[in-house]
């Protein structure tokens, strides 16, 4: 498992004065109301915790937590993951957890 | 945490959590909604059923009374049909859009109640202010027709959702309600979840065991193909166990209850099948990214598309509300939704049955990515029942002295050559040691009556720095295939035992049948190499790892995984558990009764190496449904949106929107319903 925070995103941080970054797990409604259909689960970035337990990813310069479930997702499948800042969406972006929980 | 049975969610467990207790387990749900529809599937059923024929009732004359809507009166009539069907069958589309605005997401209920809506609330202006229009056309039977037509498919799709969950409810049905308690010299019947452990039972021929027991009284065959798939009636005598749910054919017997319902075999079973279904799986990524931006898309193209129309293609406000209607009622974001929990659904039912348990939704999935399968020799390849079959003695030691000191280190031994000691010494008195020791892939180290018993490999005895003078003997034991045991007694060699395994009677089909699919087979034992040799020969295996120790296992399962192969481990779920876990799919071959404790992503029940070419199978089928499920689901919305957004208007002119948008709700009603149907096909495919 390996965890890279772009020097945009450090930048970001930096600018923000803060060095914690929350990765949490949020569901959204399936497209149909079928028993079938299953919630969808939505990854989201914040710089304060949201809901829920969390679990330290990485900590050293920057520290990365995560709920608990992902953390297990994360560390099952050997994941590298990247934390971007996307000037565009104006808020942090997380690329490669593997989609299984 | 805990998961939502029916849509997927992890909930907290906490006290105010909403939750049912189903056979004594409790299950926790995310909303009340999915709560009803886990403890009342069938009420949802009947009401659907009801309200599709009170729809379909008023549908009926609205569409015939349309063709004399000219006459103001009969107008009037419509109007009134029309806004039943609309706001009362209707009404479910109006409490989805509801929560989908509640919850800001869109669902297909946002796009079914906002088409039907434009299409009512057009006609109704032109109902009642007809001098505001130019053409005066009502649609009351488009909106009406769109809700008959969605509830069809909807109900026809429930329909064949209870064929998909068939398997899993054959399973539930297993679990008898009641049990016979014997108390007191009498019978008692008594519902099965009040069973405690250690109750004491009758169980009649013909009658179902209550859960899982053990024989107290009586010799009986049991049925257990619903619960492993064995086809065959088992024979149980006493002090045998005996699964819940399993069938007794022949006598009547007295058990004595070692789980109670809400823990037995069947309960883990259905658990982790539910749980299994309920799992996302990787290849579902594109259809949740593409789903939750559908719904907002599909709107946007609709009114795009109205504006165009209107405005540019100049078809008037009727036909371009037409076009509006047709793009929301013909997106089918439902049929992307389930394309893959209903294939999911169909095959772990089916392999439930089959006595393969799929502990979890991405073990399917990569089951069909598997291209190297290393397999256990002992107990996996071979029926694991090792025998001694030759023994050598030395330094005036008897056979019989031999064999009881051996079996005295072994006797606190869970290897099987360490039983097959035990075995030979039967009928008589085995003491304990002062002490044990078990030296994984070495051997036993025993100090009883303050004498020191080693028993083990030559690796254990040169560890000892014990003097080793019989190498040549060894050769010939090990070149005859047999696996090699030394005995030693105080730092002195006392004998050499010579143990073989039969090869299990499917093995070499199971090899050939895996070999054919094109995946590479490696066997790891930790047998010497003439042994391995001996088996791998017979079966046409030719990747082999002789002397390996549990974690050579592991490192080979590492290595392949660094080469970029995909893994499947097949061996015991206890003892090969860190292998089975390290492994891409970890296939257990079961003891028939703990399941939970069993590593792995795959649970055979039966123990047949067979299940292994089965479960292979089985992966790549369901992975192939699930792609054909999908690119229907993508292809029929990236065809038919633009269709319904007026494709056809160059070729047929705007009339067409007379009928497109009935036949787009026809198209939308069973959509969903041809995902269902194309997943059930898996339950007629040979594993």
């Known amino acids: 498992m390996m965890i890279v925070i772009t020097e945009k995103a450090k930048k970001k941080l930096g600018e923000l004065k803060t060095k914690n970054i929350y990765i949490t797990l949020n569901y959204i409604q399936g497209p149909c109301n079928d028993n079938l259909c299953k919630m969808i689960p939505k990854i989201k970035i914040s710089l304060t915790p949201e809901n829920g337990n969390y679990v330290p990813l990485y900590e050293k310069d920057f520290n990365v937590y995560s709920h608990k479930l992902l953390a297990e997702s994360i560390f099952k499948h050997n994941d590298n993951i990247v934390i971007d800042y996307s000037t565009l969406k104006r808020s942090f972006v997380v690329k490669g957890i593997t989609y299984s929980f | ?687």
């Not at chain 2, 299994?276 to 594109?286: C, N, S």
């Not at chain 2, 930790?526 to 001996?534: Q, R, T, V």
């Not at chain 2, 120790?549 to 499947?568: C, F, R, S, W, Y």
């Not at chain 2, 007379?658 to 069973?670: G, Q, T, V």
Request: glycine share 8%; aromatic share 10%; charged share 20%.
């Open chain 2, 1 to 687: 945490m805990a998961k939502d049975p029916v849509c997927g969610m992890y909930v907290e467990e906490n006290e105010n959590a909403i939750k049912s207790v189903r056979n004594g387990k409790t299950y926790y749900f995310c909303s009340e909604n999915c709560k009803e529809q886990f403890e009342k599937p069938d009420k949802e059923y009947k009401k659907l059923k009801f309200l599709l024929i009170f729809s379909w009732s008023l549908t009926v004359p609205v569409i015939f009374l349309t063709y004399f809507s000219n006459i103001i009166f009969l107008k009037y009539v419509i109007f009134t049909l029309a806004t039943i069907i609309q706001f009362y069958p209707g009404f479910r589309f109006y409490k989805g859009l509801l929560n989908s605005i509640k919850s800001r997401t869109g669902n297909m209920d946002t796009l079914i109640a906002m088409g039907t809506t434009v299409a009512w609330l057009y006609s109704t202006i032109v109902t009642f202010f007809p001098s505001f229009f130019i053409v005066r056309g009502i649609y009351f039977d488009t909106s009406s027709l769109i809700i008959s037509l969605v509830l069809t498919g909807t109900f026809m799709e429930n329909l064949m959702k209870q064929k998909a969950t068939n398997a899993l409810h054959k399973l539930i049905s297993l679990q008898p309600k009641i049990a016979h308690l014997i108390k007191d010299g009498g019978l008692i019947d008594i519902d099965t979840d009040k069973i405690k452990k250690n109750y004491i039972l009758l169980v009649k021929p013909g009658e179902r065991f209550p859960t899982d027991s053990e024989i107290l009284e009586g010799v009986t065959e049991v049925d257990e193909s619903m619960i492993t798939g064995e086809s065959l009636p088992v024979l149980k005598k006493v002090g045998d166990t005996v699964i819940g749910g399993t069938l007794n054919i022949l006598n009547p017997v007295k058990i004595k209850v070692s789980k109670t319902s809400d823990e037995n075999t069947l309960s883990e079973i259905i658990s982790i099948v539910e749980k299994a279904t309920t799992e996302r799986v990787p290849i579902q990524r594109l259809a949740d990214k593409v789903s939750s931006y559908f719904v907002p898309l599909v709107i946007l193209t609709g009114i795009f598309s109205f504006f165009f129309w209107y405005f540019i293609g100049d078809i008037g406000l009727t036909y371009s509300l037409l076009v509006l209607v047709s793009v929301l009622i013909i997106a089918c974001p439902c049929a992307l939704g389930i394309a893959t929990p209903a294939a999911l659904m169909v095959s772990s039912g089916k392999a439930a049955v089959n006595g393969i348990i799929f502990k979890n939704g991405e073990s399917i999935e990569n089951a069909s990515k598997i291209n190297t399968v290393i397999l256990d020799k002992t107990g996996t390849l071979t029926v694991g029942k090792p025998e001694i079959t030759d023994i050598y003695t030395f330094n005036n030691f008897s056979k019989k002295d031999v064999l009881k000191l051996a079996a005295i280190a072994e006797i606190q031994s869970e290897h099987l050559f360490g039983k097959a000691i035990v075995k030979e010494v039967r009928g008589e008195k085995i003491e304990f040691p002062e002490s044990f020791q078990y030296i994984p892939g070495m051997g036993v180290k025993a100090i009883y009556n303050k004498n020191t018993i080693i028993v083990g490999n030559l690796n254990m005895i040169r560890n000892e720095g014990i003097d080793f003078n019989y190498q040549d003997l060894i050769k010939d034991i090990e070149v005859k295939g047999k696996a090699v045991l030394i005995v030693a007694y105080n730092s002195k060699i006392i004998g050499i035992f010579g143990i073989s395994d039969k090869i299990k009677d499917e093995s070499k089909k199971t090899i050939e049948e895996i070999k054919k699919m094109g995946i590479d087979i490696w066997m790891i034992t930790g047998d010497n190499e003439y042994s391995a040799k001996e088996i791998s020969e017979n079966l046409g295996i030719e990747n082999v790892i002789s002397n390996a120790k549990p974690k050579d296992k592991l490192e080979k399962i590492k290595e392949l995984k660094k080469m970029g192969k995909t893994v499947a481990m097949v061996g015991d779920g206890i003892n090969d558990a860190p292998a089975l876990a390290e492994a891409d799919l970890g296939i257990a071959l079961g003891t028939g009764t703990d399941i939970a404790a069993e590593t792995g992503g795959v649970i055979l029940m039966k123990g047949d190496i067979y299940d292994v070419v089965k479960v292979l199978k089985l992966g790549r089928k369901t992975l192939r449904k699930i792609k054909q499920n999908l690119a229907w689901a993508f292809l029929y919305n990236l065809i038919l949106i633009p269709v319904a957004a007026g494709l056809l208007i160059p070729f047929y002119g705007p009339k067409i929107y007379n009928i497109l948008p009935i036949f787009a709700a026809i198209a939308m009603a069973f959509s969903s319903t041809t995902v269902v149907s194309n997943s059930i096909l898996l339950n007629r495919e040979k594993l």
